[in-house]
Nanobody, 124 residues
Framework: QVRLVESGGGLVQAGGSLRLSCAASGRTASRYAVGWFRQAPGKEREFVAAISWSGGISTAYADSVKGRFTISRDSAKNTVYLEMNSLTPEDTAVYYC????????????????WGQGTQVTVSS
């Protein structure tokens, strides 16, 4: 069992920044990646960014956030961060972190443990 807890969401003005955290606990040794997804009202959950550490650190980003968001990991704290800059109202959503043991990082079905989500609201 793996438990994931997100934090750091909130209300920010357009152009502002937020840093989300995803703290993992439990049986994390078999995990190889953590991803961030988001879901806006009435829309499907979509991939935002992911980081894997099997055989070296590798990251992936959705085109919509590339250059604005940065994902990183503190292995000593078992925590993954999502630094979000130049936020726009289109970034408003509930952000979820999830843990994967295999599969493509961009696909929801690759992730078998999910956090409860944290709300990010960007005002114009």
């Amino acid at each position: 069992q793996v438990r994931l807890v997100e934090s750091g969401g909130g209300l920010v003005q357009a152009g502002g920044s937020l840093r989300l955290s995803c703290a993992a606990s439990g049986r994390t040794a078999s995990r190889y990646a953590v991803g961030w997804f988001r879901q806006a009202p009435g829309k499907e959950r979509e991939f935002v960014a992911a980081i894997s550490w099997s055989g070296g650190i590798s990251t992936a980003y959705a085109d919509s956030v590339k250059g604005r968001f940065t994902i990183s990991r503190d292995s000593a704290k078992n925590t993954v961060y999502l630094e979000m800059n130049s936020l726009t109202p289109e970034d408003t959503a509930v952000y979820y972190c999830a843990s994967a043991s295999s599969g493509s990082l961009r696909l929801v079905r690759s992730y078998d443990y999910w956090g409860q989500g944290t709300q990010v609201t960007v005002s114009s």
